[in-house]
């Protein structure tokens, strides 16, 4: 099973910065924006998760029984069928068997409330108890500055989805913070590295220094 690794930021915050530099690590493939299709995803498997499970063998009796109501909501398959084919959905998009590390980055989580952050995120680890989350943050004023920049006017998400995101990793300390302004500090990229149990060698100094400076 490779580990899995979700990226989670605002446009602008710097997330294709960090994807850049984890996919120089060996063996890594953390893929690009998703337009949040993740989150129907989610919502059709808590659905799905409410149904009424029974086999066709208590479908049968209950017939027997003229218990039509309980036909009614009456699915063969239930939890664990779901989260295994969701499982081997999510690994199959993202080639998790050509690669020991694979994921994906994301500006619109957060957009929606605490809430909804907070079951989408759960909605990973219930499919991947041991994946690594980033926050991806960086001050406001620079993101508006960044967005200022841009040729075209986009809808690059709002930066107070940041508040949420440091509050998630207030409450969940097995995921990490990830400040932009932290790419300078060698101990806070160690850190970064230390989180996917990656060793920071020369070699990844030489290639953060291409990536962070292009």
Same mark, same amino acid.
């Given at each position: #099973?490779?580990? %899995? /690794? $979700? /990226?989670?930021?605002?446009?602008?915050?710097?997330?294709? $910065?960090?994807?850049?530099?984890?996919?120089?690590?060996?063996?890594?493939?953390?893929?690009? !924006?998703?337009?949040?299709?993740?989150?129907? %995803?989610?919502?059709?498997?808590?659905?799905?998760?409410?149904?009424? %499970?029974?086999?066709?063998? !208590?479908?049968?009796?209950?017939?027997?029984?003229?218990?039509? &109501?309980?036909?009614?909501?009456?699915?063969?398959?239930?939890?664990?069928?779901?989260?295994?084919?969701?499982?081997?959905?999510?690994?199959?998009?993202?080639?998790?068997?050509?690669?020991?590390?694979?994921? &994906?980055?994301?500006?619109?989580?957060?957009?929606?409330?605490?809430?909804? $952050?907070?079951?989408?995120?759960? &909605?990973?680890? #219930?499919?991947?108890?041991?994946?690594?989350?980033? &926050?991806?943050?960086?001050? =406001?004023? =620079?993101?508006?500055?960044?967005?200022?920049?841009?040729? +075209?006017?986009?809808?690059?998400?709002?930066?107070?989805?940041?508040?949420?995101?440091? +509050?998630?990793?207030?409450?969940? +300390?097995? %995921?990490?913070?990830?400040?932009? !302004?932290?790419?300078?500090?060698?101990? =806070?990229?160690?850190?970064?590295?230390?989180?996917?149990?990656?060793?920071?060698?020369?070699?990844?100094?030489?290639?953060?220094?291409?990536?962070?400076?292009?």
């Amino acid at each position: #099973m490779p580990q %899995v /690794v $979700l /990226v989670v930021g605002v446009g602008r915050s710097g997330s294709t $910065l960090l994807q850049r530099v984890l996919n120089t690590m060996p063996s890594t493939n953390v893929c690009g !924006e998703n337009r949040n299709a993740w989150l129907h %995803v989610a919502r059709f498997a808590s659905a799905w998760l409410q149904l009424r %499970v029974g086999s066709r063998a !208590e479908y049968d009796r209950r017939e027997q029984q003229r218990d039509h &109501f309980w036909l009614a909501w009456y699915n063969v398959e239930g939890g664990d069928t779901l989260i295994d084919a969701l499982r081997t959905l999510f690994l199959a998009l993202y080639q998790g068997d050509r690669w020991r590390r694979v994921g &994906f980055k994301e500006i619109r989580l957060g957009q929606q409330g605490y809430e909804l $952050l907070q079951a989408q995120l759960e &909605f990973f680890r #219930m499919l991947f108890p041991d994946c690594r989350i980033i &926050f991806n943050v960086r001050s =406001a004023q =620079a993101i508006a500055r960044s967005q200022a920049r841009q040729a +075209r006017p986009a809808d690059f998400g709002d930066p107070a989805a940041q508040a949420l995101f440091e +509050r998630y990793a207030r409450e969940h +300390r097995d %995921v990490l913070l990830w400040r932009y !302004e932290d790419w300078d500090k060698p101990r =806070a990229v160690q850190r970064l590295y230390a989180y996917l149990g990656e060793p920071y060698s020369e070699a990844y100094r030489r290639a953060l220094d291409i990536k962070t400076q292009s």
